[in-house]
């Protein structure tokens, strides 16, 4: 079977600056694991960038470098979860070649729980962005940060200028479940030897929209997932996407 290619979300990325040398795209990297842990420890309204400067150990200059303000830096996030969701999912279907309907299904809800139950940030930030909040643009960037004027301060050397981002909004120009259903609606036709074609894209978009909620739900219910209505989820999906990818 050929190899299960990935795909990627047909959006801008949530920087002002891309990543170039090994040791930006680090820095990147712990900036984002920071504000994945934090999203844990405090939730969203009380994330802020200076925050997560803090536990990345890095300047806040190099925060503002690469996100205009907390909103762009958590759609990054989100992006970046994303991107690694489909690979757990690539690499699930590569590793049993042989999976039916049903099991490819598993595959692809199992891959999201495991990320809900052990993925810093996940059960609060998965794929998208939560509602703004007012006066959420304060803790956007300041024209300058003072004192720290160095390349190593701000965070400049070994990135692209990818565009201004000050409003937050780069990267969330698409509904969320719309990108999750993109990726694995080419996934599963890739795997499954079918077309991704209009139907399949449909009926993939109701099954992530569907069970989207119903886990939330699950979550809700227990903070591990409850197991009954995760049962419940898996049933719903065989019986509505079983027909379409068998």
């Not at 300047?59 to 996030?77: D, E, H, Q, T």
């Not at 981002?165 to 780069?170: A, H, K, L, T």
């Not at 795997?191 to 979550?219: I, M, N, Q, S, Y």
């Not at 591990?224 to 719903?236: C, H, K, S, W």
């Amino acid at each position: 079977m050929d190899p299960v290619p990935q795909t990627h979300p047909q959006t801008a990325p949530a920087l002002r600056r891309a990543p170039v040398q090994q040791r930006s795209a680090e820095r990147l990297a712990r900036i984002l694991d920071a504000c994945a842990v934090l999203l844990d420890e405090t939730g969203y309204e009380r994330l802020s960038t200076r925050a997560v400067a803090v536990r990345a150990g890095v300047p806040i200059g190099s925060v503002y470098r690469f996100f205009g303000n907390k909103r762009a830096m958590v759609a990054a996030l989100a992006l970046r979860n994303l991107d690694r969701y489909a690979e757990r999912v690539s690499e699930r279907l590569a590793a049993t070649p042989l999976l039916d309907a049903h099991g490819a299904i598993d595959g692809v809800l199992d891959e999201f729980i495991a990320m809900k139950r052990t993925v810093p940030g996940f059960a609060l930030v998965d794929f998208g962005v939560p509602a703004a909040l007012p006066g959420e643009a304060s803790d956007s960037t300041p024209g300058s940060t003072p004192g720290n004027t160095s390349d190593e301060a701000s965070g400049t050397e070994g990135d692209t200028a990818i565009g201004d981002g000050e409003g937050g909004s780069c990267g969330e120009a698409e509904d969320p479940n719309r990108l999750v259903a993109e990726r694995i609606c080419a996934l599963l036709a890739t795997h499954l030897g079918r077309p991704a074609d209009e139907e399949l894209h449909r009926k993939v978009l109701v099954g992530v929209e569907t069970a989207d909620a119903l886990v939330r739900l699950a979550f809700r219910a227990d903070p591990a997932g409850d197991p009954a209505l995760v049962d419940e989820t898996r049933l719903l999906l065989h019986a509505y996407l079983g027909p379409s990818l068998s």
